[in-house]
């Protein structure tokens, strides 16, 4: 079964570029999630999509922004990049119900972003 | 903001030692996650513990979890060169929704 996959996995952009990240969760999950690993900043939650809605939001700016298509795989967009945008943007998906509130996320490789 | 403390920052041992990486965190919890990250890329899930379990055991994985000090612990035995990567803690609310800890970097020389 093929894990969480995301594309592509470096990225460089020009500050004031927008960039576009993809990720498809492994096969019947629903639920995807970004998170942001800056140097120096960790682990950050971005976003949170479930059954094509947003479900929740981590603190950031809102030209960080993305949906879920149908297939339930995801796109993260960053507009007007900016240099401290420099991160790894890993994706992670899981399955989300009644019965399955404590359910672990797995996690893809992740996309590299430099922002020049 | 990251919601937890882990320490060590960094720890370097031989392999066949074990290894113990310790979490703090600040709010209630559903589960606590523990995951691994070799040289920057994806995380990779070792073991989830629920809030109202205290030991999981997982292969060479012991992890501990006392709600009332809101503190985990990762004990990695027997270790070997492999198992150097950072190691991160993770809690989740709803969902998998995680916050993460700043992450302990494991050395394991052989």
């Known amino acids: 079964e093929a894990g969480v996959t995301q594309s592509p996995t470096h990225l460089i952009k020009t500050r004031g570029q927008q960039a576009t990240l993809r990720c498809s969760p492994i096969s019947g999950h629903t639920s995807v999630y970004w998170y942001q690993q800056a140097l120096g900043l960790g682990l950050q939650f971005l976003l949170w999509?479930?059954?094509?809605?947003?479900?929740n939001r981590g603190n950031f700016p809102p030209r960080f922004s993305g949906r879920q298509f149908p297939n339930y795989s995801s796109e993260l967009n960053v507009n007007a990049l900016e240099l401290e945008d420099s991160a790894l943007y890993l994706c992670a998906s899981s399955l989300l119900t009644q019965s399955t509130v404590n359910t672990e996320a797995f996690f893809g490789q992740g996309t590299r972003l430099t922002v020049v | 903001s990251q919601q937890g403390e882990e320490d060590p920052q960094a720890l370097s041992i031989q392999e066949g030692e074990n290894a113990t990486m310790n979490c703090s965190y600040k709010t209630s919890i559903n589960n606590l996650q523990w995951y691994r990250q070799n040289s920057g890329r994806g995380l990779v899930h070792l073991i989830l513990i629920r809030s109202n379990e205290r030991e999981k055991h997982s292969g060479r994985l012991r992890v501990t979890l006392d709600t009332s000090k809101k503190s985990s612990s990762l004990l990695i035995t027997a270790s070997r060169a492999a198992d150097t990567a950072s190691y991160f803690c993770a809690t989740a609310k709803y969902g998998n929704k995680l916050v993460f800890g700043a992450g302990t970097i494991l050395r394991v020389k052989s």
């Open positions: 999509y479930d059954e094509g809605e947003e479900r």
